[in-house]
């Protein structure tokens, strides 16, 4: 288990963020991802894969005026 924005998310022990960002319906170019506290580079999303425990915050970018 990890928990997402607060949400413990089951089964995604194993996935990468990437994957985790596209499951969870995200946009990866509108979202910005910390991992444990730490800010994760875009580049890296494929690249990360989430172990049990993992805490992870998406922020989502929004604009107006």
């Known amino acids: 288990m990890i928990r997402?924005?607060?949400r413990i998310?089951?089964?995604a022990v194993g996935l990468t963020l990437?994957?985790?960002i596209e499951?969870?319906?995200y946009?990866?170019?509108l979202v910005a991802v910390e991992c444990n506290e730490e800010i994760v580079c875009r580049s890296a999303y494929p690249h990360r894969v989430l172990a049990e425990?993992?805490?992870v915050e998406v922020?989502?970018?929004v604009g107006g005026g």
Do not use: K
């Open 18 to 20: 990437a994957q985790l």
């Open 9 to 11: 998310i089951e089964n």
């Open 23 to 25: 499951r969870e319906r």
């Open 27 to 29: 946009t990866p170019s």
């Open 59 to 61: 922020v989502h970018f």
């Open 4 to 6: 997402l924005n607060g």
């Open 53 to 55: 425990g993992d805490v």
